[in-house]
Structure formats: structure tokens, C-alpha cells
């Protein structure tokens, strides 16, 4: 207001050249304490708390006297006296004009208009200028204001003139805006750090759930708002901002109160709760919530976390932990011996402390912890009263004490005193002061002295003095805590320290962590394996868990997103991690491979029993029928199906898996195409007309036959081997639980092939064996060769849909089945029949036997031929060796041949007409 009325009139009185403005009687007794110098330095401190509302614009009085307020006083004059005493501005020295504020803007200004008034004036007159280049004011620089809103005013004030302005504890943020306080510095950081290091406290314990409450004004309005747009960028939610009427009447603000109080009682989860504002307001708030016993973490500002009103309400210990931040201090200890020394002569030239010792006088009576609130409970024209009583009457004595010496605010008087230091430092640039001497004369404009200020960099008993652009002093805060120890409060200074370079907190204080077991939480913390489902509150800090799916976990607390599992990995849902899948494949100890290899392993015990019967009974017809060495060959074949069988067993590997299926292949194929090669021969024996039968005997080599079927086969697993042969494979994605170990054939279709041939060359012997099923008992081989193929035709045929259809652990065991049932069925036709005529039919097992039953089997199948002699000569043996099933090609072909240079040609022609 002040500023834009003055610019306003600018323009006005520049047209009608230099007038004079009066700015007079602003000067009351009670009001300022100055001392003359060179360069004098104006200091704006609230001695009093507020200003008495006056009906007309007379000098404003002010009530209720802080001891606060003189202490700080007293701390300006003595860093002011410290330089003086100093070498440091030799032959200058610092005069100072103190003014009282009253915490009011008004009364500030007042002051404000006296510092810019000419110095050269005698009547207080500020010249308005267009150019002030060359004014000289009063002072030089000015030190204050305490409160933001009183300093914002004064220095839009200030500005006219670009007078230094230095603040020792005017925190709010906009003041850090070169652009509209180019001249105002502070020697504490911007409020900005502070809410910083708040926000830094609330994230340290990793509350989320806070709520707010805010005096309106500006100060902490601006401070609330800070750490609210931080803290909601650092993933805090707040709550409920609350905001307290400050220039409403006091029945508003009590209600306004109590409410916010209801709100703090029923929102059971806000158990941190950071308040900027007002101590008078905090004080009537804790009064209202005391008789409650809730117990939050109350977050206090720089404005009431020291604040000696509130430390000592009653059951202050019910509301719970305090914490606060301060301004980092410096050291104190002169200045506390200077305190202690003050001279106590009550008409000092300092007002201010004339007054306090006024006051001590009048409240001589009171006890000392009620002290202060009976000094402030006097008023201006009350105390004056009573001090013309106190002054007629005797001399009234207090006890000396060292009562000041308790209300020294290290942090306010270490900002004071830095303050009064880098003015003095700048000064000392601006001036050239060396060795004794200044170059240049006192006699500046202040404006000039800007620069050197934002130039000062120096160190003060271990705190740098160093503006930044903004014009504030990175110094951090110290943050305390309040303790309560039989009912008192006693302020726990630096607990931990706040930098505002590194944005760190540093513990220095143990207690600080007992913090720690605080929760303030909307919703409780997801646990691993689960996820946040946000809610329907609009807050990200409100959800609920969820547990994650299968397959998928989180690592983390308050996980957002479950991630996958690795491939070779499973998790059950609301997993914190992955388990690795179990490897399986059909193992060794697996009951059914167990059975299988048992199978397997008889099959091969009967193969090498047979082997040795048939070794032993070599020359005998029923093994020269079989085929002789063929079938040992057949044999051979037959125990490499059945150990083939091993191969299908146990872990895979690429081995494994190329052997089995060529080794059965081409061992099954031998023994399908040594069948092949004795139904052939069979075939030959009683079918072809003799005209091709000379021929084809000639052509016909069962060596010959088998080797060429078994190289075809050969042929085809090799390519199937080179070109895509069978691999070890890892399923991984089939099972929920396990990796399946099997084997992937590779090429499917040469695996097609391989059996299809298989199938065409049992279908071609079976074709054969089929003809030749109605030839004679002993030779009729063909019905078993016939039956064997049948048992691999059903075994295969069953085989291929339960084949394709199967999956996993057991598709090995389907073909080992398959394998297993068409070994057994050709072992079994062809072999078995022979080893019972071998073993327990020895009479059939002779060349005569043979004859008789070839002889038989022309009489009656042909019914050409009626020879009773030899029906009966042979009788006895027809019937003991009826149910003799044997072969012999070679016999066949020898007895054929014998019959036919016997007349019994016509037998086979007859026969073969017949099928
Ligand atoms: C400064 O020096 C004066 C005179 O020597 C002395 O009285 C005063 O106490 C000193 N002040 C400080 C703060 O040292
Ligand atoms: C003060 O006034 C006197 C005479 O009026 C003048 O000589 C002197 O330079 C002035 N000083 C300042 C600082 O303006
Ligand atoms: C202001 O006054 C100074 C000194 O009197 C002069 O050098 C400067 O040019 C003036 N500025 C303007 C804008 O008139
Ligand atoms: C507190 O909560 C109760 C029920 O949850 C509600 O009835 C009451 O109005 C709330 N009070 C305030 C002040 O919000
Ligand atoms: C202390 O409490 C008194 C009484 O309520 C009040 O007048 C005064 O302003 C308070 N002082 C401070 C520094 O809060
Ligand atoms: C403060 O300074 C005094 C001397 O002025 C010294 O004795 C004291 O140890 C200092 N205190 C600290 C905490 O540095
Ligand atoms: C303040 O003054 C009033 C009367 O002016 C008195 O009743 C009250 O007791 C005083 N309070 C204190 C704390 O001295």
C-alpha cells in the first residue's frame, strides 16, 4: 500500500521539482533506543507484541512487553559494540537506531520513514526524489524486520531507496524473489528449506498419511503450501489441511479451532501432523486436544517449535512427541556473559531495558516462572502509572538473577549477530579499510553497499557467511525435540541437524529415533507378493493389496507391479519370489519304467535262454526249420529292441535320444525283414508255379533280402541323424511346477518314415505269412509269423493316437510299450513253439517226424491222393506231433523237390490252383 502510494506520487512532485515530505513524531520514549556513530546502522525488533487499536491516527502505543524482544535488542547492540570493538573498521563507528515494531507493519513502517529520512534533516523530513543516487538517509542498512509480513513491508519501502536490508528471522519464500527485494537479504534460509527438511523428516520415517494446519497469514500459509506441493511430489498424501482464522474475532477462531481439533481426534490414522503457524494459535489448539491424551507427532516450524508459552501448558505430555526445526545458532557464550554483566543502573540510555527494569520493579512480587507473563500483562500508560508511584516512593529492589540470560534464542541472537558481521564485513570493502585506515569516506549512499553485501565470504567461529542469489544464508537447520521429564518441558536442542546442500538429515541425538515407531499410514504397508489396488480415494496413499497371480511375484513392500517369472522358475500367487522348477523325465525309480525294464529284462533273459536251447539243438529240424543261423539272427535283433527299451529311461540327453529310435528302428527292422525272408521262403516252398520256382530259388537269398531291407532302414536313420536328428529339449512352459526333460525327435517325419517302413515290410511279411497260413502243421510258420505281425499291427495302430495325443512324462513310455508288446508278439510266435517241440516234444523233433507230417498234410489237402498205407504207417506220429508248429525252408524245399520226382507235383500245382 505504502510503496504504491509513494510511486504513485513520484511523478506528482518531480513535476514541481524537490518537496519535502514530514515524517515526524514518530519518536516516543518507549519506542526506539539509539546511539550516535558514523554510520549508522536501523534495527526493526517487536519489544512488545501488539499494537493497542487506536481511534484516531495518533502515535500508536503497544502492549504486552516480550523479554524475547529486548534480549534481541540487547543482542544487536552487542555484535554493533563487538565491531566497534574490533579492528576491523578502523576510526569508524557503528551508531545504531533500534525501533519497536510491535509486530504490526504500520508501526514498522513509521520507523521505515524515519531510517529513509535525510540525514542532513533535523526534522525527520523524507525528501521524495526522483534520482536518490546521491540521497543520504539516516542509515546506512538495515537490520530486521523479525516477521516476514512486517519485512515484506518495509522493504517495498526500503526498495525507493535500494537500502541493504538484512533479516534474522523473516523466513517467507517470496522474499527470496530478486526481482521485487532486490535489497533484502536474510541470514537464515528460505522457508522452502525448511519445508524441504520437514517433508525429508516425514519421508526418513516413512509416514505417508499426514495432516496440516496453518495460522492465516502469511507466513506459514506460504510454508504450508510449500511443504504440501513437495511433500505430494514426494508420494505423501496429506490428509487435512486445516487453515485458522487469524484476523477473525476470537469466538471465530476459537470454533474454527475446536472443530480442527474434532477433525485431529477423529482421524484415528493421522498420527503426523505438521503445523506452521501462530503460537498463540498452536497454544489454544494443544489447550483444546490436551484433556484428550491422543498421541501424534506433532511437526513444528521455526515460528512455535521453541516457543516457551507452549512448553509450559499443562498435560502438554498427552498430545505426544514434538519435533521442530530451528535455525542452526552459533555460539553464544559473550554474548550470554554480556547479558549477565548488563549494567544495572535503570536509567540506562536504552529504553527498552529501563522499561524491563521497570517492569521487574512492579513485578518484584510475582514468582519467577510467572515472570515474564506479568511483565507483559502491563500496559504502556498502566506501567507508566505505576512507575511514577514506584519512582515516589523507595527504591523497590528485585532479586538480581540471571532472568534474561534464559530468554536468549541462540539461533535469533547467532542470526543477529551474523547479520551485524557481514554488514561490517561489506562496509570494509566498500570503505578499503587496511592496516589501520579507510580509504574512503563514511559518507556513502546505501545502495552502494549492495554489492560488497552479496560479495561477503567469511567464516564466523565455523559458520560460513556467504549469501546465495537469493540473498539467504544456506545454513541449515537444527532440529529439535521436546522432552517431557516430570511434567516439564525441556527443549532437546539438535536431535539431528538438517543440510540443505546435501537435503539430509544427520542424527545427532538417539532419541530422535524413537520416532521410528510411529505409523502414520492410510492403508497398510502390501507385504511382498502383493501389489497396491489403489481405492476409490483419491489418494495414491489409500489402497488396498492384492495378492500377485501365478507365476508372478514382488520383491518389494508396496510392490506396484508383479514381474514374471524367468522361464525355469514358477511361483505360487502372493509370492516374494520364484522357486526354480523341478526337473523331471522318466526316471529309473518311476514304477512304470520299472515294470517296463523288468519286461525288458525278462524278454532278454528268454532271448539268451533261447539262444543257448537253440545253440544246443543246432542240427535238430525244429531249429533247421526256423531258418538256422536266421534265427539266431533274429534273436540277436530282437534282445537289441528290447535293450533299446534302456534308452528310453532315465534323463535324456542327445545321445540318448539319437540312439533309441535308430536302434530300435534298425534292430526291429532286421527282425520284421528275417521274417520277411522265412515267409518268403515259405511262400516259394509250396506257392510258385515250378516254372519261376527254379528261378526265384535262385534269386532267393533270405542274407541277401535281410541285409537289404535292414541297409534301406539304416539309410533312413542316418538321414534322419544328420539332417534333423533327435534332441535333448527343455519344456519349460508346459508344466506349471516342472521343466520336462524329454526328447524332441527332430524331424517327425523321418521318425514317420522310419516306423512307416517298419509297417510296410511287417504288412508285406504278414501278406506272405498270410498266404502260406494253411500249409502244413509242422512247416506253418506262417500262422505265427501271421500272429506276430497281427501283434504289431494292433500294438503300432494303438500306438500312433495315444502317441500323438500324449504329452509329458510318459510319451516315452507309450512307445516302450509299443516296442515292448511287438518284440514280445514276434518272440513270442516264433520262438516259443519251437523251444516247446525242442524241449518237450523231442519224438516230433526228428527228420521223420517232419516227412510224415508233409506227407499228411498232402493226403488231406489235396484229396487227390489216398495212400492208407502211409496214412497208417505215419498214424502214431500225426497224432502225439499235432500240435507241433514248425518250419524248415530248407526241408520244405528238399522234401518238396523229393515229392515232386514222386508224382506229388500235382499236390503243390493243385495247391496253389486252390488259394
Ligand atoms: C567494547 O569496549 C568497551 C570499552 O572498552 C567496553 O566497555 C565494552 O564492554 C566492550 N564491548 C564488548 C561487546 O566487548
Ligand atoms: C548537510 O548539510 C550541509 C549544509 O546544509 C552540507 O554542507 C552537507 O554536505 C550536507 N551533508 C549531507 C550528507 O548531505
Ligand atoms: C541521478 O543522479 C546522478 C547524480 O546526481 C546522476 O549521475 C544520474 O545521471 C542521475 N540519473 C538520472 C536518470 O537522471
Ligand atoms: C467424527 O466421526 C464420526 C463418525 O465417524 C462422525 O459422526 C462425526 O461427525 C465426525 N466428527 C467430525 C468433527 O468430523
Ligand atoms: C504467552 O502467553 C501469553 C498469555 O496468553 C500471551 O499473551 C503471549 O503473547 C504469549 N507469548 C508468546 C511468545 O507466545
Ligand atoms: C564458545 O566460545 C567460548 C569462548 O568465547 C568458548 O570458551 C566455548 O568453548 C565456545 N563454545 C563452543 C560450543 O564452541
Ligand atoms: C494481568 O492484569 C490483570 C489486571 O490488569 C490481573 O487481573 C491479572 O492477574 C494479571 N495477570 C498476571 C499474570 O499478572
Known amino acids: 500500500m505504502f510503496q504504491s502510494m509513494i510511486l504513485y506520487m513520484v511523478p506528482i512532485f518531480c513535476v514541481l521539482s524537490i518537496t519535502t515530505v514530514l515524517a515526524c513524531d514518530i519518536l516516543d520514549d518507549f519506542d526506539n533506543t539509539r546511539d550516535p556513530g558514523h554510520i549508522i546502522i536501523g534495527g526493526l525488533i517487536p519489544v512488545h507484541e501488539k499494537v493497542v487499536i487506536a481511534k484516531k491516527p495518533e502515535s500508536q502505543k503497544c502492549t504486552g512487553y516480550d523479554v524475547r524482544g529486548l534480549v534481541k535488542t540487547l543482542a544487536l547492540i552487542h555484535s554493533i559494540e563487538v565491531v566497534n570493538n574490533s579492528t576491523l573498521l578502523p576510526g569508524i563507528k557503528l551508531g545504531y537506531e533500534i525501533y519497536d515494531t510491535c509486530t504490526d507493519p504500520t508501526k514498522a513502517l513509521k520507523a521505515t520513514l524515519r531510517f529513509l529520512s535525510n540525514s542532513n534533516s533535523t526534522d525527520n523530513c523524507v525528501k521524495v526524489q526522483c534520482n536518490y543516487t546521491d540521497y543520504r538517509p539516516t542509515v546506512?542498512?538495515?537490520?530486521?524486520?523479525?516477521?516476514?509480513?512486517?519485512?515484506i513491508a518495509i522493504a517495498r519501502l526500503l526498495n525507493i531507496q535500494l537500502i541493504p536490508q538484512i533479516s534474522y528471522s523473516a523466513s517467507a519464500k517470496i522474499l527470496s524473489d530478486k526481482a521485487r527485494f532486490p535489497a533484502f537479504f536474510r541470514?537464515?534460509?528460505?522457508?522452502?528449506?525448511?519445508?524441504?527438511?520437514?517433508?525429508?523428516?516425514?519421508?526418513?520415517?516413512?509416514?505417508?498419511?499426514?495432516?496440516?494446519?496453518?495460522?492465516?497469514?502469511?507466513?506459514?500459509?506460504s510454508g504450508i503450501n510449500n511443504f504440501i506441493t513437495q511433500a505430494e511430489?514426494?508420494?505423501?498424501?496429506?490428509?487435512?489441511?486445516?487453515?485458522?482464522?487469524?484476523?477473525?474475532?476470537?469466538?471465530?477462531?476459537?470454533?474454527?479451532?475446536?472443530?480442527?481439533?474434532?477433525?485431529?481426534?477423529n482421524q484415528t490414522r493421522v498420527n503426523v501432523i505438521v503445523i506452521?503457524?501462530?503460537?498463540?494459535?498452536?497454544?489454544?489448539?494443544?489447550?483444546?486436544?490436551?484433556?484428550?491424551?491422543?498421541?501424534?507427532?506433532?511437526?513444528?516450524?521455526?515460528?512455535?517449535?521453541?516457543?516457551?508459552?507452549?512448553?509450559?501448558?499443562?498435560?502438554?505430555?498427552?498430545?505426544?512427541?514434538?519435533?521442530?526445526?530451528?535455525?542452526?545458532?552459533?555460539?553464544?557464550?559473550?554474548?550470554?556473559?554480556?547479558?549477565?554483566n548488563l549494567p544495572r543502573n535503570p536509567k540506562s540510555s536504552n529504553t527498552f531495558l529501563t522499561e524491563y527494569y521497570n517492569l521487574r520493579k512492579l513485578c518484584a512480587h510475582v514468582q519467577t516462572y510467572n515472570l515474564d507473563s506479568c511483565l507483559s500483562n502491563h500496559t504502556h500508560r498502566a506501567m507508566a502509572n505505576s512507575l511514577l508511584t514506584v519512582n515516589n516512593s523507595m527504591e523497590i529492589q528485585y532479586q538480581e538473577d540471571d532472568f534474561l540470560v534464559n530468554y536468549i534464542d541462540p539461533g535469533v541472537?547467532?542470526?543477529?549477530?551474523?547479520?551485524?558481521?557481514?554488514?561490517?564485513?561489506?562496509?570494509?570493502?566498500?570503505?578499503?579499510?587496511?592496516?589501520?585506515?579507510?580509504?574512503?569516506?563514511?559518507?556513502?549512499?546505501?545502495?552502494?553497499?549492495?554489492?560488497?553485501?552479496?560479495?561477503?565470504?567469511?567464516?564466523?567461529?565455523?559458520?560460513?557467511?556467504?549469501?546465495?542469489?537469493?540473498?539467504?544464508?544456506?545454513?541449515?537447520?537444527?532440529?529439535?525435540?521436546?522432552?517431557?521429564?516430570?511434567?516439564?518441558?525441556?527443549?532437546?536442542?539438535?536431535?539431528?541437524?538438517?543440510?540443505?546442500?546435501?537435503?539430509?538429515?544427520?542424527?545427532?541425538d538417539s532419541k530422535f529415533n524413537c520416532l521410528k515407531a510411529v505409523v502414520s499410514k492410510c492403508s497398510n504397508q502390501c507385504?511382498?507378493?502383493?501389489?497396491?489396488?489403489?481405492?476409490?480415494?483419491?489418494?495414491?496413499?489409500?489402497?488396498?493389496?492384492?495378492?500377485?497371480?501365478?507365476?508372478?511375484?514382488?520383491?518389494?513392500?508396496?510392490?506396484?507391479?508383479?514381474?514374471?517369472?524367468?522361464?525355469?522358475?514358477?511361483?505360487?500367487?502372493?509370492?516374494?519370489?520364484?522357486?526354480?522348477k523341478r526337473i523331471i523325465f522318466l526316471d529309473w525309480n518311476n514304477g512304470f519304467s520299472i515294470v517296463l525294464l523288468t519286461l525288458a529284462a525278462f524278454g532278454i533273459v528268454l532271448i539268451i535262454i533261447i539262444i543257448s536251447i537253440f545253440f544246443k539243438n543246432v542240427s535238430t529240424p525244429a531249429v533247421k526249420s526256423n531258418g538256422g543261423t536266421i534265427s539266431f539272427i533274429m534273436l540277436i535283433s530282437l534282445l537289441f529292441s528290447f535293450l533299446s527299451v534302456g534308452f528310453f529311461i532315465g534323463k535324456p540327453n542327445d545321445i540318448t535320444c539319437n540312439i533309441r529310435q535308430c536302434l530300435f528302428g534298425i534292430s526291429f527292422t532286421l527282425s520284421v525283414s528275417c521274417a520277411l525272408a522265412k515267409s518268403l521262403k515259405i511262400l516259394l516252398a509250396f506257392d510258385f508255379n515250378p516254372a519261376n520256382q527254379h528261378n526265384l530259388r535262385n534269386f532267393y537269398h533270405s542274407g541277401l533280402i535281410t541285409s537289404f531291407c535292414t541297409g534301406l532302414q539304416v539309410i533312413i536313420c542316418t538321414m534322419w541323424l544328420v539332417f534333423n536328428g533327435p534332441k535333448m529339449h527343455k519344456d519349460d512352459t508346459r508344466l506349471r511346477k516342472e521343466i520336462l526333460i524329454e526328447c524332441n525327435e527332430g524331424s517327425?517325419?523321418?521318425?514317420?518314415?522310419?516306423?512307416?517302413?517298419?509297417?510296410?515290410?511287417?504288412?508285406?511279411?504278414?501278406?506272405?505269412?498270410?498266404?502260406?497260413?494253411?500249409?502244413?502243421?509242422?512247416?506253418?510258420?506262417?500262422?505265427?509269423?501271421?500272429?506276430?505281425?497281427?501283434i504289431y499291427f494292433i500294438s503300432w495302430i494303438t500306438f500312433v493316437p495315444v502317441y500323438v495325443t500324449t504329452h509329458g512324462l510318459y510319451l516315452p513310455a507309450v512307445e516302450v510299450v509299443a516296442i515292448l508288446s511287438s518284440t514280445y508278439g514276434i518272440l513270442c510266435c516264433q520262438f516259443f513253439p519251437k523251444c516247446y517241440i525242442i524241449l518237450f516234444k523231442k519224438e516230433c523233433n526228428t527228420t521223420n517226424s517232419f516227412l510224415k507230417n508233409l506227407y499228411d498234410y498232402s493226403l488231406k489237402s489235396t484229396n487227390l491222393i489216398t495212400n492208407g498205407q502211409h496214412s497208417l504207417n505215419y498214424s502214431g506220429h500225426n497224432k502225439s506231433c499235432k500240435s507241433i508248429k514248425s518250419n524248415n525252408s530248407q526241408k520244405i524245399l528238399s522234401i518238396t523237390s523229393a515229392a515232386q520226382n514222386n508224382g506229388f507235383t500235382c499236390v503243390s500245382r493243385k495247391r496253389s490252383s486252390s488259394w
Request: charged letters at 20%; hydrophobic letters at 40%.
Open 140 to 151: 546506512q542498512a538495515v537490520v530486521g524486520a523479525a516477521t516476514s509480513e512486517v519485512s
Open 187 to 221: 541470514t537464515i534460509p528460505s522457508d522452502e528449506y525448511q519445508t524441504k527438511g520437514m517433508v525429508k523428516l516425514v519421508q526418513m520415517f516413512q509416514w505417508n498419511w499426514v495432516g496440516t494446519i496453518a495460522s492465516d497469514e502469511e507466513y506459514s500459509r
Open 233 to 265: 511430489q514426494a508420494g505423501i498424501c496429506i490428509a487435512f489441511q486445516e487453515v485458522i482464522p487469524f484476523y477473525s474475532s476470537v469466538q471465530v477462531t476459537n470454533s474454527r479451532i475446536k472443530e480442527i481439533a474434532n477433525i485431529i481426534i
Open 276 to 340: 506452521f503457524g501462530k503460537s498463540s494459535h498452536v497454544t489454544q489448539l494443544f489447550k483444546e486436544l490436551s484433556n484428550q491424551n491422543i498421541s501424534k507427532v506433532w511437526i513444528a516450524s521455526d515460528s512455535w517449535s521453541t516457543n516457551s508459552n507452549i512448553t509450559r501448558l499443562e498435560n502438554i505430555q498427552n498430545l505426544g512427541n514434538i519435533v521442530g526445526f530451528t535455525f542452526k545458532s552459533g555460539n553464544v557464550t559473550k554474548f550470554q556473559n554480556y547479558v549477565k
Open 413 to 508: 541472537t547467532s542470526n543477529i549477530q551474523w547479520s551485524v558481521t557481514a554488514l561490517a564485513h561489506a562496509l570494509k570493502m566498500l570503505l578499503k579499510c587496511n592496516e589501520g585506515i579507510c580509504q574512503k569516506s563514511f559518507n556513502f549512499a546505501p545502495w552502494e553497499l549492495l554489492e560488497y553485501l552479496k560479495k561477503v565470504n567469511m567464516t564466523d567461529e565455523g559458520t560460513k557467511i556467504h549469501f546465495d542469489p537469493s540473498g539467504d544464508l544456506m545454513s541449515g537447520y537444527d532440529i529439535v525435540m521436546w522432552n517431557f521429564m516430570e511434567g516439564k518441558v525441556k527443549i532437546n536442542r539438535k536431535v539431528a541437524e538438517y543440510d540443505i546442500e546435501e537435503n539430509k538429515i544427520t542424527v545427532r
Open 527 to 580: 507385504q511382498p507378493g502383493q501389489i497396491k489396488l489403489s481405492s476409490e480415494s483419491q489418494h495414491t496413499c489409500c489402497y488396498d493389496c492384492i495378492n500377485c497371480t501365478f507365476n508372478t511375484y514382488s520383491k518389494t513392500k508396496d510392490a506396484l507391479q508383479c514381474d514374471f517369472c524367468l522361464p525355469d522358475e514358477w511361483a505360487p500367487s502372493g509370492s516374494a519370489h520364484c522357486y526354480k
Open 748 to 790: 517327425y517325419v523321418a521318425f514317420a518314415v522310419m516306423l512307416g517302413y517298419i509297417a510296410f515290410l511287417a504288412l508285406i511279411c504278414f501278406s506272405f505269412a498270410f498266404k502260406g497260413r494253411k500249409l502244413p502243421e509242422n512247416y506253418n510258420e506262417a500262422k505265427f509269423i501271421t500272429f506276430s505281425m497281427l
